[in-house]
């Protein structure tokens, strides 16, 4: 079989049993059932108390238990990190309670379940926070572009720089999220080092204009990124300790003019601690993958670049390939709870409704039809 992937990248020889999207494969000390896996994807759902999440969530995560792995939405690890309205927390001892009721049902139907720690950094507004507070990132500049508020699409604000010490207690709030992600009884963690938030604020040449230890370089540009990983995988263990990146993606006014050294670096730096898995992202360096991929020594997942569509059917052979040990599907596990049966048998997929996305009730969230009830 060809690969279709836009570098030529396939790893199998003639004779060699081909790998298959339905093949069970070890991620840390997890056995998965398959290598399809649930893309994080925000829904701004989490109307619980204190910004957690509903037990209509843990009717819509379970469902979805027959993905070899799920990664949850982003889920803030401090108040500050809240980029968006309703979108829940790992910080408060409410919010442990409310996630326990998700990982429980999941794991009912025989499901993996990572949380996803996203930081949101610059990108959020004041309006989004029960009491006004001003966004952090590693410089005051503010991203061009508009952001969800209850109060409709309002401009992005600048920024206040945040500290020494302010990062120092950022990195323990991460490790501490992760903590209460365990106890809050997920299978471990991501850390979202993508889509223009706080970690790619930190890789970026437009967001951090830092002079100092974490700003500059490469090299210095990497060092919060690292010290997050770093403190989360000594909270819990590298092997429940995952890492989303999507390099030079300009989603959320991000520039990284030199990514083609920044993330073989951060690559470098952190292939020796044994982590869970390295996810990442493709965007506009579809071509800086492979490259990834082979410094890589652990489990590589993909959510491949789809230009004008979303992750099908179509992109499968990227494991068989060998370009990837996993894929992420996003849109289609929002529609199709049932998924990797639907891909296994060629079935007819539902697509999803993205104007039921974000907030709302179960209507685009947890009612769309079965494979047996189509």
Known sequence: MACSHPVPICLFLEGTTMTTPFDPIKVGPYELK?????????????YGPDRSPSPMAAEYYAQRASAGLIITEG????????GYPFTPGLHSATQVQAWRQVTDAVHTKGGVIFAQIMHTGRIGH?????TPLTPTGPSAVQAAGQTFTPAGMQ???????????????????????????????????????????????????????????WGGSP?????????????????????????????????NDIVEDDYT?????????????????????????????PLLREQWNGVF???PATPGSRTGAEQLPLIEG????????????????????????????????????????????????ALDNS
Request: proline share 6%; aromatic share 8%.
């Open 34 to 46: 398959n290598r399809i896996a649930m893309a994080p994807m925000t829904r701004s759902r989490a």
């Open 75 to 82: 889920t803030q690890p401090n108040v500050i990190g809240q």
């Open 126 to 130: 004041p309006a989004n926070y029960d």
């Open 155 to 213: 401009d992005f604000v600048v920024p206040t720089e945040m500290t020494a010490g302010d990062i120092r207690r950022t990195v323990q709030d991460f490790a501490a999220a992760a903590r209460n992600a365990i106890d809050a009884g997920f299978d471990g963690v991501e850390i979202h080092g993508a889509n223009g938030y706080l970690l790619q604020q930190f890789l970026s040449t437009n967001a951090n204009t830092r002079s100092d230890e």
């Open 219 to 251: 090299h210095n540009r990497i060092r919060f990124t690292t010290e997050v990983v770093e403190a989360v995988a000594a909270a819990i263990g590298a092997s429940r300790t995952g890492l989303r990146i999507s390099p030079a993606n300009p989603f």
């Open 261 to 289: 050294q920044t993330y073989p670096l951060l690559v470098e730096a952190l292939d020796p601690l044994g982590l869970a898995y390295l996810h990442v992202m493709e965007t506009t360096a579809p071509d800086l993958t």
């Open 301 to 303: 997942i993909l959510n």
């Open 322 to 369: 060998g370009a990837a040990d996993i894929l992420t599907f996003g849109q289609l596990f929002m529609a199709n709870a049932d998924l990797p049966h639907r891909l296994a048998t060629r079935a007819p997929l539902n697509e999803a409704d993205m104007s039921k996305a974000y907030g709302g009730d179960a209507s685009g969230y947890t009612d769309y039809p």
